[in-house]
């Protein structure tokens, strides 16, 4: 049977909250109101394929807006989805606002930034900041109904005014970044007018917009003087969970006032001053309809507690020896030195086996692959390309590796559309290219740098290095051996600490079947226990059925570490080769992870802080 190439990419749900800093000033700052508007731009844009709005947002009159609307997206893993925000500012709610600007994120490049946050600048001023966060697959959904009101608010102005001040709140809920933790506003109410007993209006927020799920997430609950220029000015804070306030909320329904009160804080010269008491006035949580209290955590199952300390990960073989530099230069060429007695295939281990003791079984927690890439995973591209004479002339159009007139052969295409989607989750993009089948001096080397220093800084880079071979003394041989290739990947994947989240992929590009599957089938079994994925991209019309039941058999002894994609289905769609080439790789990594005992980071410490001048 032909190898199954239809599957889907695995579909992730994200979250995506917008903020914007120093937006320009109209005439009347007084009548400035700001909004965003969001569209998804198509594939076949260029086509005359019209974008697709996803939603706009609540009008805040303010020049460094937070708006509080989520809008979901749907990302697959290995694609490209580009999304532009279209800043509207009007003299009123009801007026017929202007752009002032448009910035243009890719949904890739936000979610491979170290704090899921992109910024973008306008060109007439101001700049726009779009933080993604994955959707949690734990817990249960639901919307979140609460009242909070104030017993009492503490204004140090109040007796340089006639009038007592309109007030209102917000609630940001904690995301946690690999450079701290950040604070992202969910909900905004709406002002209770000359009032220092206010009694906000009930609100209700989907319990995903509220706390990603999380009813133990932290949330940052912030009372604000109303000003109607939009300057409004802190008047203090409390952190809590959804948990608590539910709580709070049942303590305050049997009239237990004490219990069910918030101390209103702000940063005093000394110490944090009390400037109010919050009452939780109700609260609960809707399911299909149905209001239903969670304080003993019945009806939410929230994600697992952190895991305060991360097991040591038990080391591989110690005979997987390191090696020195792969390949001095183009023309001198050497082959990487592993001893394959140390690949050998390890009699104790069995296809159940976890590698240290873990195992991903039902009862183990949930992790996702965007959990990890929240956390900092580092997946460390190495790209392998054949060189073999099957390939046919270099110089004769049609053959694999023909170039001309600046379009991509198919080992191009591929470098690019599968290169760049696994490179996104790359911290320094430092690639290393190697060649295999080509022969230099007379001799065969199934092992080579393409050219001239030992790793791309970038994709582009690696396509660079593929095309110096061809300005060598190469002659293109056999047969086609990628052992030597996955023993050096193996050889890097080795020196990988797992706790730190870096994990390898290795890209092979061959257009034929290797000459010696059952010791390529050994070698993947081998290596299985490594932090590493082989992918390899099949080039050509070859008949690939030997490839696959090398992958089957790799996947069915073994950890399943091992991926084959033909490139032909997709010759025309660049997005669709990444996505069926990568679909297998998020799980891959959340398996490997798992079984060693490695869990998402949890951060604490600083919050995050952006500034755009």
Not at 8 to 37: D, E, G, I, Y
Not at 61 to 87: A, M
Not at 372 to 392: H, K, M, P, Q, R
Request: with cysteine; charged share 20%; glycine share 8%.
């Amino acid at each position: 049977t032909s190898y199954d190439i239809a599957v889907m990419a695995p579909t992730t749900k994200l979250q995506l909250c917008l903020t914007a800093s120093n937006l320009p000033r109209t005439a009347k700052l007084s009548a400035q109101h700001v909004r965003a508007q969001v569209c998804v731009v198509p594939p076949n844009y260029a086509t005359g394929e019209q974008p697709t709005h996803l939603g706009t947002t609540e009008v805040i009159k303010s020049s460094h807006p937070r708006w509080t609307k989520i809008f979901h997206l749907e990302y697959e893993f290995g694609s490209q989805l580009t999304f532009y925000v279209d800043i509207l500012i009007g003299s009123g709610e009801s007026s017929v606002p202007k752009s002032i600007g448009i910035a243009n994120f890719e949904v890739g490049d936000v979610l491979g930034s170290r704090n899921k946050t992109k910024v973008k600048r306008l060109r007439k001023g101001g700049c726009v900041f779009a933080h993604i966060e994955p959707c949690s697959e734990e817990g249960a959904g639901g919307r979140v109904v609460f009242q909070l009101s104030a017993l009492r608010l503490e204004w140090k102005q109040r007796m340089l005014s006639r009038s007592e001040p309109s007030t209102f709140f917000e609630i940001a809920r904690q995301t946690p970044t690999s450079i701290g933790n950040k604070w992202v506003v969910v909900y905004r109410s709406q002002p209770v007018l000359e009032s220092l007993r206010p009694c906000w209006d009930k609100a209700e927020v989907d319990l995903e917009t509220f706390c990603n799920r999380d009813t133990e997430r932290p949330i940052l609950v912030s009372v604000y003087i109303h000003k109607k220029k939009g300057n409004h000015a802190l008047l203090g804070s409390f952190e809590s969970t959804v948990k608590i306030l539910l709580e709070k909320a049942e303590a305050g329904s049997e009239r237990d006032w004490h219990q069910s009160t918030f101390a209103l804080q702000t940063p005093g010269y000394k110490a944090y001053e009390s400037v109010g008491t919050i009452a939780v006035m109700e609260g609960s949580i809707i399911f299909d309809g149905e209001s239903a209290t969670t304080t003993n955590g019945d009806r939410i199952s929230p994600r697992p507690l952190p895991i305060d300390t991360v097991p040591g990960c038990e080391s591989t073989s110690s005979a997987y020896s390191n090696y020195g530099n792969v390949i001095d230069s183009p023309g001198s060429f050497t082959s990487v030195t592993v001893d394959m007695a140390s690949l050998q295939l390890s009699q104790s281990r069995t296809t159940s086996s976890s590698g240290n003791g873990h195992d991903s079984t039902s009862t183990s927690p949930r992790y996702t692959f965007s959990d990890y890439v929240e956390s900092g995973l580092d997946v460390a591209l190495s790209v392998a390309i054949d060189f073999t004479s099957s390939n046919g002339d270099p110089r004769i159009p049609g053959t694999l590796h023909y170039n001309s007139d600046g379009s991509l052969n198919d080992y191009e295409e591929t470098i690019m559309s599968v290169g760049k989607a696994i490179a996104k989750y790359s911290k320094d993009e430092d690639i290393p290219v190697w060649g295999f089948g080509a022969k230099y001096g007379g001799l065969v080397r199934h092992l080579f740098q393409c050219g001239s220093e030992a790793t791309a800084t970038d994709v582009d880079g690696v396509l660079d290095d593929y095309r110096s071979v061809f300005l060598t003394d190469l002659t293109m041989s056999g047969p086609t051996v990628i052992l030597d290739v996955i023993k050096a990947a193996a050889s890097r994947a080795k020196r990988y600490d797992v706790r730190s989240l870096k994990y390898g992929v290795l890209l092979i590009l061959t257009d034929g079947i290797v000459s010696d599957a059952e010791a390529t089938k050994s070698l993947l079994h081998a290596v299985s226990d490594l932090p590493l994925s082989v992918l390899i991209v099949g080039i050509g019309a070859a008949d690939f059925r030997l490839m696959q039941e090398i992958v089957e058999y790799s996947n069915q002894t073994s950890r399943p570490n091992v991926s084959f994609v033909a490139y032909r289905p997709h010759q025309h769609d660049p997005r669709s080769l990444s996505r069926a080439a990568l679909k297998d790789i998020p799980a891959q990594v959340v398996d490997y992870l798992k079984r060693k005992g490695v869990p998402p980071r949890r951060y604490s410490g600083l919050s995050e802080t952006s500034n755009c001048s």
